[in-house]
């Protein structure tokens, strides 16, 4: 894939969070927008828990800067499935996205979905929610992945997650 295809990052200094994909899929990487698959929920769940007054979509991903909220990826290599992308390939992009992290320095790093953290913390048995660990300064929670793929999460059950998020940084829980 060609360099113009990666999808670029929307990140700011200070942001309040940043949102962590797994990795770009082929249709983000090639339109070079944030979830542009309809049957992914991101954008609706983000807005009814709370992260952005007005429902966003792809075409507009960077107008979520304006609502202190950032978006990156663990792994830049675009694929059909995040399931192609291996733990090993996910710790060799830890030094990166620790960098990114650092150098804007928001207040919370939110991984979307367990594979990556997983992998570049060496844990096997997390939990959702807040981590222990911080990753670049930030600290990092877990959230479940809101492709259209994950079935085990209702729209209901994801935005119950993301608030709890929300009402974290609002309640300057997450430092």
Known sequence: MSEQAILPDLLAPGLDVVFCGLNPGLGSAQRR???VN???RFWRVLHLAGFSAELLDAEHDARLLDYGCGLTTAVARPTVSAQSISAQEYRLAAQSLEQRIAHY???CLAFLGKAAYSAISGQGQLDWGEQAAHLGGARVW???NPSGLNRAFSLERLVQHYAALREALAGSAVS
Do not use: G, I, K, T
Request: charged share 10%.
């Open 33 to 35: 927008q944030h979830f």
């Open 38 to 40: 309809p049957s992914n």
């Open 105 to 107: 320095a928001p207040r």
């Open 142 to 144: 877990l959230l479940p």
